[in-house]
Structures are given as structure tokens and as C-alpha cells.
């Protein structure tokens, strides 16, 4: 592969339920992002790692949760999903200094 | 707080110019981004700013002016393909990208 993957495309879930988006580069970038997008609304950050075995809140992080073993994954999850939660997520790496951030795909989550 | 304005939507015709602006408020500066984004795709970067003044790269070029806080993205050569959404971001002194709503550009024959 080569960029930066997430699984899974598109997901439909029941409030309540544990769900976690995955998200891998090859790029071997230090930093990975985790963001969601709203209509209407910016990109809006909700974890971030600057290194593996670390990470840090964004702007809308309560209700998820991240971890970083590698420098290659970076997976998020959604403890107890709710409504508020149906969003577009993507995952990011890069950005680190004057480095340009590279998305995925992105995860299309609905929750009902 | 921080913030990011640019126009909501915006109409072009094919093989017209169109300038889109970018203004911000931000604790700090180490940076400005333009993406662009298709229907349903993810944000692909297209240039960065951190001094003042225009890059150009091809059909696009951008404008940065720190004092004033201020940014635009001029496309040429419009094509129908243009068609998307620009997104505008600064980077902050946590070197945090800070992003706008976006600019939805209608391009028309």
C-alpha cells in the first residue's frame, strides 16, 4: 500500500455499541490525526499522536479514544456511540513542523 | 477563541478566474494550508503559505499576508473538474491545524 488507509468505509451502528475505526500509513510519518467533518463545519480535531506511545486531545475529543503501539496504526474508538457521533471521520499523518498532512479516505459512521 | 472565514459557496465559469478568501484569527501562526476536496473524497493538499507574499504552482496560486491576517487562493483556467470544496487552515503555535468550513466552488460551462 502506499498513503494512508482506513477501515471501515462506511459503518451503520447502534447507540450505544463499541466501535473502532482503523486507520494505517506506510509513510512512516511521527504524527497521525484523527479528525470528523460535519456539514457545515471545519475539520475538527479529535486525537492526535506527534510520536508513537503518545497522544494528545484535539478540540472534540470526549466520547473517543486512541492509541499508538507503532508508528504505523492509529486506531480510534467510540466507547459507547451515540447519535451526535454519526459523522465522516478521517485519519491524517504528516504535519509535524512545516510537514503537509496526508488524509485517508475517511469512515462514513452513522449512528442510530 | 480561534477562527477561520471564508465563503460558503462561490459560482465560476469554465475557463474564468476565481479569487477565494481566507481570513483568520489564530494564537499563533506557523503556517497556512489550502486543500481541496471532491464530493465524498478526502481533503488532497494543493499549497503552503508562511511568508507573505504569492506562490504559484501551475493553475493555482496563493496569497498570504500576516498583518492582515488574510489569504486567497486564485484559481485560472477554470475547469470543470475544479469543481470541489477549498479548505483553508493555519497552523497554530501548538502546531495544530485549525480548518474552515470550507468553500464550495461551482464551476459553470
Known amino acids: 500500500i502506499a498513503g494512508i488507509t482506513q477501515a471501515p468505509t462506511s459503518q451503520i451502528l447502534a447507540a450505544g455499541r463499541r466501535m473502532t475505526l482503523r486507520c494505517t500509513q506506510d509513510m512512516r510519518h511521527n504524527a497521525m490525526y484523527w479528525y470528523r467533518q460535519d456539514l457545515g463545519l471545519g475539520l475538527r480535531l479529535i486525537h492526535y499522536?506527534?510520536?508513537?506511545?503518545?497522544?494528545g486531545k484535539g478540540e472534540v475529543p470526549d466520547g473517543y479514544s486512541v492509541s499508538r503501539a507503532n508508528t504505523d496504526d492509529f486506531p480510534l474508538t467510540l466507547a459507547s456511540a451515540v447519535p451526535s457521533q454519526t459523522s465522516v471521520y478521517f485519519c491524517?499523518?504528516?504535519?509535524?513542523?512545516?510537514?503537509?498532512?496526508?488524509f485517508g479516505p475517511g469512515t462514513r459512521l452513522t449512528v442510530l | 477563541g480561534q477562527n477561520i472565514d471564508q465563503p460558503t459557496e462561490m459560482t465560476a465559469t469554465e475557463g474564468a478566474i476565481v479569487q477565494i478568501n481566507c481570513t483568520y484569527q489564530t494564537s499563533g501562526f506557523n503556517g497556512l494550508f489550502w486543500y481541496q476536496q471532491h464530493a465524498g473524497e478526502a481533503p488532497t493538499f494543493l499549497s503552503y503559505?508562511?511568508l507573505d507574499g504569492l506562490e504559484e504552482k501551475g493553475r493555482f496560486s496563493s496569497f498570504l499576508s500576516r498583518s492582515k491576517g488574510y489569504s486567497y487562493l486564485l484559481l485560472k483556467e477554470l475547469q470543470m473538474k475544479d469543481s470541489a470544496s477549498y479548505l483553508c487552515a493555519v497552523r497554530d503555535s501548538n502546531y495544530q491545524l485549525i480548518w474552515g468550513a470550507g468553500t464550495k466552488l461551482i464551476i459553470k460551462p
Open positions: 499522536s506527534n510520536t508513537a506511545g503518545t497522544t
Open positions: 503559505n508562511v
Open positions: 491524517a499523518s504528516g504535519g509535524t513542523d512545516t510537514d503537509t498532512q496526508y
